[in-house]
Nanobody, 117 residues
């Protein structure tokens, strides 16, 4: 019931910044929480950040202080601002939504982030 479309990925040099967007087909008010995950080649998907409907945020230690998850309710969009990017941040980044009305999460298709000089 929830469609998620990520965008904003690309190639950036170490120390640079990117802002990922996750546009939702439903109002963010209907979503209990949203998160960003990433998966590097040959690695398991890992949690990056979470934003609850109440505005609380949590971050993985690996990105704490560098990444910020936020939302624009008018645009039904969640963002991941990524600063001070490192090569180890290279991965496909996925948006996840947990609606109030569903027991199962919804995932976006992913957007590639490559950090390289």
């Amino acid at each position: 019931q929830v469609q998620l479309v990520e965008s904003g990925g690309g190639l950036v040099q170490p120390g640079g910044s990117l802002r990922l967007s996750c546009a939702t087909s439903r109002s963010i008010f209907s979503i209990k929480s949203m998160g960003w995950y990433r998966q590097a080649p040959g690695k398991q998907r890992e949690w990056v950040a979470t934003l609850t409907s109440g505005g609380s945020t949590n971050y993985a230690d690996s990105v704490k202080g560098r990444f910020t998850i936020s939302r624009d309710n008018a645009k039904n969009t969640v963002y991941l601002q990524m600063n001070s990017l490192k090569p180890e941040d290279t991965a496909v980044y996925y948006c996840k939504a947990d609606p109030y009305y569903s027991a199962s999460p919804y995932w976006g298709q992913g957007t590639q982030v490559t950090v390289s000089s």
